[in-house]
């Protein structure tokens, strides 16, 4: 029962950096990008509805975020920038 609970403990841990980390990294993007009405960037949700059923699309955004093709070049980790891109493309 012990190592049960270190292990939800654990999880749940994680997902709470996780989210954190999203969110922190959301905040930056919101300069350029709202959730519902274009900005100087497209809003999520008319990102997430463009790249809907894409297995691919959290990689491919990424990439252009970090090369700067299509998107100008975001510095960040990768663990920062897949939860920026899955936290936009989850939008609705």
Same mark, same amino acid.
């Given at each position: 029962m012990k190592k049960i609970l270190i292990a939800v #403990?654990?999880? +749940?841990?994680? #997902? +709470? #950096?996780? =989210? &954190? %980390? &999203? %969110?922190? &990294?959301?905040?930056?993007? /919101? +300069?350029?990008?709202? /959730?519902?009405?274009?900005? =100087? +960037?497209? &809003?999520?949700?008319?990102v997430a509805k463009k790249y809907k059923g894409n297995n691919e699309a959290s990689g491919m955004v990424i990439a252009k975020m970090k090369d700067g093709k299509g998107h100008p070049k975001v510095a960040g980790t990768d663990a920062e920038l897949k939860a920026a891109v899955d936290a936009a493309l989850a939008a609705k």
């Open positions: #403990a654990v999880v +749940g841990s994680l #997902a +709470g #950096a996780y =989210v &954190a %980390q &999203a %969110q922190d &990294a959301t905040k930056k993007c /919101m +300069g350029c990008h709202d /959730m519902d009405k274009k900005k =100087v +960037g497209p &809003a999520f949700k008319d």
